[in-house]
């Protein structure tokens, strides 16, 4: 089954498209919210290797938060949120060790679903 999504494992991605639109550049603190969905026999996998990530990626410079929530009803889904200093602080984060190994080694070819979209700062 084919992953949907933004930036499913493309080594050959411009990390500078990641987060300018056509016509914009997010400045300031950001937010990313990302959906997976695990084959369902690998839920408990995925589970644990997001718990790991989220602590080390939470450590990072820049990061402010980074949080993996699991669905309560549907074990192969999950939601992370994670906030940044600024787009550079994610930027760095998708450059990392463990994001290359945990998320585009390990975790995506478990996936069947991935996408995920990054929001400016907070409105008020």
């Known amino acids: 089954m084919a992953l949907s999504g933004h930036h499913v494992q493309q080594p050959e991605v411009d990390e500078r498209h990641l987060l300018h639109g056509p ?25 644990a290797l997001l718990a790991r990530h989220s602590r080390t990626s939470a450590a990072e410079a ?10 309560s009803e549907d074990p192969a889904r999950f939601a992370l949120y994670e906030t940044y200093e600024d787009d550079a602080a994610f930027a760095a ?6 994001f290359r190994v945990n998320i585009e080694q390990r975790l995506v070819p478990m996936l069947v679903e991935r996408h995920w979209r990054v929001y400016g700062a907070p409105l008020a």
């Not at 820049?62 to 669905?71: E, K, N, V």
């Open 62 to 71: 820049g990061c402010i938060q980074f949080l993996a929530h699991q669905d």
């Open 23 to 47: 016509d914009i550049t997010v400045v300031g603190m950001i937010t990313v919210i990302a959906h997976y969905r695990a084959r369902p026999e690998t839920a408990d996998e995925v589970r």
């Open 93 to 98: 984060h998708r450059r990392t060790t463990h």
